[in-house]
């Protein structure tokens, strides 16, 4: 069915709904509207084996977090990390500021290190071998602040904003000669560039190319091998308090990405301020200024292959957006002044909408699409809505909203999503609670875009939730709810199961160490010293009172994070007993476990195969490297619905 595309000319008297998308202007701090933490809550975890912390608390237009950790200001960051190598219980707090100011409370937790960090093999464990790249795509990879901060509260880096000087072609690698070292050889090689990035303050590094530079420079450089050392040290924050960290200490003049200082140069030390497998923040204060770094052992594009799942069927029956008539209203305002070359928006139906930003913009809300449709929508139904996305240049924070027409505060989502040139974003909501609305829009907002950049908009889908279009769903990696009334295991967690633990060689001797199993709440960490080769000589087993019905169907669910990738663990929930209950069970599963991301693990409706009047839940770790540590935790395990 062709719906050719209505379109509204919007020219210099057009009014806009959406209340951020025109300029304010700021006469002064308003007192009323400085922030307040009511309700505000903010992710906390804490790795005990490199004494670090990551806190989150998720984005909001027009605010932004002020984190104070051990008592001194730290990060502006939506996301920051922190460490200390001493035992010891520590605290942060959680500010919230706007134009008006700074939130007057705050949100505090307090965290402990179990031990000092003496143990150099975890480091090991997420740096050996790999190789580092700036993580480029990531917004606030470069970035400078404070001293005595994180290196993140003046200026952030955009997405790929340095591509024009050298710095992300540049590779490093750390090797370790044996696990337990705490250091090793280290090699820098500035890609096919051949150069290394400095910032324009330096005088000693290769001053014979900088020219007479007045802006930071490229020198050219050969790739290099030299020793890197780390050290346990102090560092002086924000509030002149020494607080105790590691450091990646290189000899003089080792090359790096970025050369940030003179200091860097002469005697580079490096606050390492988180590691895993996957990712480094590094710091490096002289005193007067803090610079940030994140690295990544992902090659690029590692993190933006298709989906498995990339949107429903356009051509199904069922999609509403086939069938609908659309009115575009379009707002092109760089600077917030209204430009008298409109947006251009092309469709020769439905399917695919082209749309070409004439102007260059800066903020958000300042490249406007609204494609007015005739759908309406239920409280009744829950729907599924996807889009794909392309765009000839990156646009980092583009908006996708579908709102209610002419209600810009009822909405089904308002999500930024970062587009990089040339690759499609496959945008999908799946089960959206329904809403009542006589007509929706789909809103898309490109502020910051390059002049010239056109973007595709096509195969875009909305059906009700139980229509079957013969593309399924997407998968859903949220986790099954811990704290409920009908979790049954919450029983086991309130006192200490019967453990049952088999440790063997290669050779299935038994290792006379046994794994070892540390209870706390809803979590068991499990430390495995010694490595095993294959499956079943690695097992853990918690041994319960619950009891259950022949037929009875469970839903079962956990969370898993290792310090080392797990490609096979076995998870079997089984008739206690051993011998024959062996082959009476709920499930026997393997998945695999990426180092330092938790693993989300659900087996909905599984069936019982007889009366058990106890149960055993086995995790097998066959397989696992020496100085393996896993956390289980948040165990659920309900009668299905």
Known sequence: MRNPIVYLSMGLMLALSLGACTPEKFSGAVESEIPTVEGLDFTLEVDQETNQITASVPEREGYYPLWIINGATYSTLSTVSWSNKSSGTYTIELHMGNRNGISHAAVSKTFTFDKTLVNWSPFFDRLNGKVWRFKSEEAGHLSCGSPGGSGSDWWSAAPEEKADFGLYDDRLTFTFEKKGDNGGTYTYDPGEGGTMYVNKDCATVYPDQKNGATEDFMVEIEPQTTSF????????????????????????????????????????????????????????????????????????????????FTGYKYDSDFNLWRGTKINVETYNAPGWVVSPTPIEVK???????????????????QAQVKLHTTISTQTSTAYDFSAKITA???????????????DDGTFYFEDRIDLAAGETYYFVKDNLEGKDMEALSLVLDFGGAPAGTMVRVEGVVLKDHTADDGSGHPEDNTPLEY??????????????????????????????????????????????PLPTVQQWQAQVSLQTHLSCKKDDVYDFGCKIKSNVDLSNVTIKLVKFGGGDNDKLFFFEEQVSVTADEETVVKIPGSVSPADMDRISLFFDFGGNPADTTVEIKDIVFRKSK
Not at 229 to 257: I, N, R
Not at 264 to 281: F, G, H, N, Q, Y
Not at 393 to 401: D, F, M, N, R
């Open 229 to 308: 050392t780390l050290e346990s040290g102090v560092w002086v924050d924000a509030e002149g308090k020494e607080q105790e960290c590691v450091y990646l200490v290189f000899p003089p003049h080792t090359p790096f990405p970025y050369i940030a200082s003179d200091q860097m140069w002469e005697s580079p030390r490096l606050r390492v301020e988180s590691v895993t497998a996957k990712r480094i923040d590094l710091v490096v204060d002289n005193g007067n200024i803090a610079w940030h770094y994140v690295l990544t052992s992902e090659e690029p594009g590692s993190g933006e292959e298709t989906p498995s």
């Open 347 to 365: 469709s020769e139906d439905n399917r695919v909408i082209d749309i070409t930003l004439p102007d260059a913009t800066a903020e958000r809300w």
């Open 392 to 406: 000839s240049e990156s646009v980092s924070g583009a908006t996708v909203k579908l709102v209610k027409t002419g």
């Open 483 to 528: 704290d409920t009334p009908d979790n049954e295991w919450k029983a086991v967690d309130a006192t200490e199961p019967d453990l049952f633990l088999f440790y063997a060689d290669a050779d299935w001797q038994e290792y006379p160490e046994k794994p070892t199993v540390d209870h706390k709440g809803s979590s068991y960490k499990i430390s495995l």
